[in-house]
């Protein structure tokens, strides 16, 4: 059955338990799925791209159909899905498995696709089309990702913001952490500073440099490091961005501690943490201990007041505390 975004909140989910949301919109895809489902599921989320579940599809279905008595309700979400796992999910719809939701996101569907036809028709099923946005519906998310993090901005930085994500609401929500990791306590942010903060993207993305280093994937480090020649400003900014995924590291690691599953940790985080980062993140928790995540907390706070009080050498500071936790065991 096809329904537009827009009828998906009113949408009484208890009668439905696989959906369908294709389209080139992946952010609205993801938000949508945050938001909306798995506040509903806090236990048993589970996610699976098409390739990696088609390779282990006897394991898949045997997660599926022997259910011990104790399962909480599963939510699980396919990502980047095509026409080859259509028969799996007649199946399942079929087979009518109790306390099961399955979300199965993909790309632009052509009319003739098996998967999308299958979802228009049965009776069972919901389908979803996701479109690119427009000015209105990015400056509107723009406005209210700032309202909410009581900064005021003016509608030039609006403009800006939606001309640089080329219609990627990924991209300006990327663009958005940036500035708040740097504006950190300040209720208003100047036309110039986000016109120096978005333009780094042309030199390089100062989250990779980050999240490369927190992986302690020193080749890809030492490149970006070798690319990039960073002012006083940009590297303050690289500080912040440390800051900022420390601390969500730091929030993680206490999270595990009380739920050893990684995937529902991840899964229940907020704000919610995009499933491209997943991987990375999984990486950086592995490499990290709680302890160590708070003392480079406390040395990079420390870093960002002697870079300040030495500008002049402010690169030569930030590449040997890059360097050093590089090789730190």
């Not at 537009?4 to 949508?32: A, P, Q, V």
């Not at 993305?205 to 070798?226: M, P, Q």
Request: proline share 2%; hydrophobic share 40%; glycine share 2%.
């Amino acid at each position: 059955m096809i329904i537009k975004y827009n009828e998906l909140k009113s949408l009484n989910k208890n009668n439905f338990n696989f959906y369908l949301f294709y389209g080139s919109n992946k952010g609205l895809i993801e938000e949508t799925i945050n938001k909306n489902f798995k506040p509903i599921f806090t236990k048993n989320i589970s996610s699976f791209d098409e390739a990696e579940l088609l390779t282990n599809i006897d394991d898949f279905k045997e997660m599926i159909f022997n259910r011990s008595f104790f399962d909480d309700k599963k939510f699980i979400i396919i990502n980047r899905a095509s026409g080859k796992i259509v028969n799996l999910i007649q199946e399942l719809v079929v087979s009518q498995v109790k306390d099961l939701k399955i979300i199965i996101t993909a790309g632009v569907l052509e009319k003739k696709s098996k998967l999308r036809n299958f979802f228009e028709k049965d009776k069972f099923t919901i389908i979803v089309p996701f479109y690119e946005d427009n000015y209105q519906s990015l400056a509107t998310m723009i406005q209210t990702k700032f309202r909410e993090n009581k900064i005021n901005i003016s509608n030039e930085i609006i403009n800006l913001l939606v001309d640089r994500s080329k219609g990627d609401r990924i991209n300006i929500y990327n663009e958005i952490e940036k500035i708040l990791s740097y504006n950190k306590n300040k209720t208003k942010i100047d036309l110039e500073d986000v016109l120096k903060l978005t333009n780094l993207a042309e030199n390089h993305d100062i989250s990779e440099l980050v999240d490369h280093s927190l992986s302690k994937n020193i080749k890809k480090t030492l490149n970006i490091i070798n690319e990039n020649n960073p002012n006083t400003e940009e590297n303050i900014l690289i500080i912040r961005v440390y800051l900022s995924k420390l601390r969500r590291l730091k929030r993680l690691k206490i999270d595990l501690e009380k739920n050893k599953n990684i995937e529902n940790v991840l899964s229940s985080s907020k704000p919610p943490i995009f499933w491209k980062d997943k991987d990375v993140i999984k990486q950086q928790l592995s490499k990290w201990t709680l302890k160590e995540i708070r003392y480079l907390i406390h040395r990079v706070n420390k870093l960002e007041l002697i870079i300040k009080k030495n500008n002049q050498i402010s690169n030569h500071l930030l590449n040997n505390f890059i360097l050093e936790n590089l090789t730190v065991n």
